[in-house]
């Protein structure tokens, strides 16, 4: 499959055009227009085969792979609860996509999914986010202003039986982190996590300015026909690592529903031929962020001076062409920086 740089970059900025959209709407998410033979796939013996397991992490861990699969996603989102007084309720938004999640890392205590989105057509294919799971973390990176994010340790009691989920965007720069305990109560695996801080999502960031922060709780359920993923903002603006107002909660739903008849061989063929080079682009993040205690990307606030870049890079490496690590490396050189020097203190809910 091959990409100009015009089409790499379109992927990369809007990270869904390629995929089946449905208009902005306020209503319930709606399932994904689907081409004929697709159909949905529940599987409710995986779930029996977590609640039957013994042990506690086992369960979790469980729990954590059952999110690996093909699916059809809608991702709703919904301004709810005004906060400021001279702030007017935004429309809101929903997006259909055929999402595949793949296993990159499992080593016991660290799991690590790659998504990836396969147009309908099965023509295009964007790299989407990534979620690391890191079992008791002593340690976690949180956004802590525009463009910034830094390491801070975990409180023992904090990290204790709880999984620290870190979310990544489409170039593997960090977006946000979250840690709390999977809970398996009458049969239902449930993960939710500690209030933190994220920066702008890409679908908010190229439309506005009047924010420049989330303060989100994500919850994760497996459920019979998949997962889900909920997550709860407040759409806040930040003055460096001081509050200085909030505008209004939004609630974010992302239904994940196993389906088949879907063609998702672009997707695993593209992350076999491309899979070396975005582990060499992981290991200039993890060597960057763990020299300066985080990382400061000097891009604008969408990123596209470091993201173009490597996927162009990618689509060089699926045609056979080789990418040297000096190559990579000096993008992270132009387009990074350790962050300044500040006093690093415990973790704790915003």
């Not at 979310?167 to 960090?174: G, L």
């Not at 060597?287 to 990382?295: D, E, K, N, P, V």
């Given at each position: 499959m091959r990409f100009s740089l015009a089409f790499v970059m379109t992927l990369a900025g809007v990270a869904l055009a390629a995929c089946a959209a449905t208009p902005a709407t306020n209503q319930a998410p709606q399932p994904v227009p689907a081409p004929s033979g697709?159909?949905?796939?529940?599987?409710?013996?995986?779930?029996a085969a977590i609640a039957a397991a013994s042990d506690a992490m086992e369960k979790d861990r469980l729990a954590i792979l059952g999110m690996l699969g093909e699916f059809a996603?809608?991702?709703?989102?919904?301004?709810?609860?005004?906060?400021?007084?001279?702030?007017e309720r935004r429309k809101g938004k929903t997006v259909g996509a055929y999402e595949t999640v793949l296993l990159v890392e499992d080593t016991?205590?660290?799991i690590v999914l790659q998504h990836l989105l396969v147009s309908e057509d099965g023509s295009h294919v964007t790299k989407h986010w990534r979620q690391d799971w890191h079992y008791e973390a002593p340690t976690r990176l949180e956004f802590s202003e525009d463009q910034t994010w830094r390491s801070k340790p975990l409180s023992a009691e904090q990290s204790r039986g709880a999984w620290t989920q870190c979310?990544?965007?489409?170039?593997?720069?960090?977006r946000y982190c979250g840690t709390g305990k999977w809970n398996h109560r009458y049969g239902v695996a449930t993960w939710t996590s500690d209030r933190s801080w994220r920066p702008l999502p890409r679908r908010e960031y190229t439309t506005r300015?009047?924010?420049?922060?989330?303060?989100?709780?994500?919850?994760?359920?497996?459920?019979?026909?998949?997962?889900?993923?909920?997550?709860?903002?407040?759409?806040?603006v930040r003055d460096g690592e001081r509050?200085?107002?909030?505008?209004?909660?939004?609630?974010?739903?992302?239904?994940?529903?196993?389906?088949?008849?879907?063609?998702?061989?672009?997707a695993t063929t593209y992350w076999s031929d491309t899979q070396n080079f975005w582990a060499r682009v992981r290991a200039q993040w993890d060597?960057?962020?763990?020299?300066?205690?985080?990382?400061r990307l000097k891009t604008s606030v969408d990123g596209m001076a470091l993201i173009?870049?490597?996927?162009?890079?990618?689509?060089?490496?699926?045609e056979g062409r080789t990418v040297d690590d000096a190559t990579i490396a000096g993008l992270f050189d132009r387009w990074t920086a350790a962050t300044s020097a500040k006093a690093v203190t415990a973790s704790s809910t915003p």
């Open positions: 697709i159909v949905p796939t529940p599987d409710a013996g995986y779930l996603v809608s991702f709703d989102f919904a301004e709810t609860v005004v906060l400021a007084p001279d702030y016991g205590p660290r979310v990544y965007e489409v170039s593997d720069a960090p300015n009047d924010y420049n922060a989330l303060n989100v709780e994500n919850r994760h359920t497996l459920t019979p026909a998949g997962w889900t993923h909920e997550q709860d903002h407040t759409k806040t509050t200085a107002r909030t505008l209004v909660r939004e609630f974010g739903f992302n239904d994940y529903r196993r389906i088949a008849g879907f063609d998702f061989s672009p060597r960057r962020i763990a020299a300066g205690a985080g990382i173009a870049p490597l996927f162009v890079l990618a689509a060089g490496v699926q």
